[in-house]
């Protein structure tokens, strides 16, 4: 539980990346929620009483049943007023009614906008906007792990991924917004938190072949290092 000895209007934990401000709302006290110059909030972690929570900044725990239907509607009030911005300031009425002990605990997450990172398209095989399977590499006997670390490498080119429980992992150069059924694999974006995909999947390269329906692909041994083949033939699939 988190009591009136740990206040504090405002802290960032440089290593987690989160900003927290512990307040007593009913004394007028205002939350601030800054990045400190490491990026923009991206996402609300807490936003609860503190006799709902306890542990310390970045690795606070709730208990989700006293929490009830209070915590939700302030993280989405937090999430209106500070999402995207690096600096945030509440004031204490935003908070509706409290009792004269009431602490109230926020925690947001910051990201660096221009930072990439693995987002979900869902189960199944990797679409382009126009249904294609797209502009990609194969390589072939990987981990997911190493799938990731191969897009990873080449920032400059990668836009995604799809990686299958055989081992196939294809390495996207065209922005993939969709899937389509395929079994035992997976679509991933690589990307910054903020992209619009609505505005970014209109280009790139458009192709059928996929190793879900064609296996002419050799293969290497793990030793002898990744087999390579690029896809480029540029047909639509219907």
């Not at 740990?6 to 960032?12: S, V």
């Not at 006799?51 to 209106?80: F, H, M, P």
């Not at 990873?152 to 059924?181: D, F, M, W």
């Not at 395929?182 to 974006?189: A, E, M, V």
């Amino acid at each position: 539980m988190i009591d009136s000895e740990t206040i504090f209007p405002n802290h960032f934990d440089v290593d987690l990346l989160v900003a927290c401000s512990v307040l007593r709302a009913a004394q007028d006290q205002s939350a601030e929620l800054s990045c400190h110059g490491a990026g923009i909030i991206s996402d609300v972690m807490v936003a609860t009483k503190g006799n709902t929570v306890s542990g310390r900044c970045g690795s606070y725990l709730i208990d989700t049943e006293q929490a009830g239907g209070w915590s939700a509607d302030i993280s989405n009030l937090v999430s209106k007023t500070c999402m995207g911005k690096s600096d945030c300031q509440l004031p204490a009425p935003v908070f509706g009614e409290f009792n004269f002990d009431d602490i109230v605990v926020l925690q947001v997450k910051c990201t660096n906008p221009h930072a990439r990172i693995f987002s979900d398209v869902g189960a199944g095989c990797c679409r382009t906007a126009t249904g294609s399977s797209g502009d990609y590499t194969i390589f072939k006997k990987t981990t997911f792990a190493e799938c990731k670390a191969l897009c990873e490498v080449q920032t400059s080119e990668c836009v995604g991924l799809e990686h299958s429980k055989t081992g196939n992992c294809e390495i996207h150069r065209a922005p993939l917004v969709k899937t389509v059924t395929c079994p035992k694999s997976k679509c991933l974006r690589f990307e910054t938190p903020l992209t619009d995909h609505a505005e970014t999947a209109s280009f790139g390269a458009h192709t059928d072949f996929h190793p879900c329906t064609a296996a002419t692909v050799p293969v290497l041994d793990r030793e002898a290092g990744f087999q390579t083949t690029s896809n480029t033939d540029g047909d639509t699939l219907e």
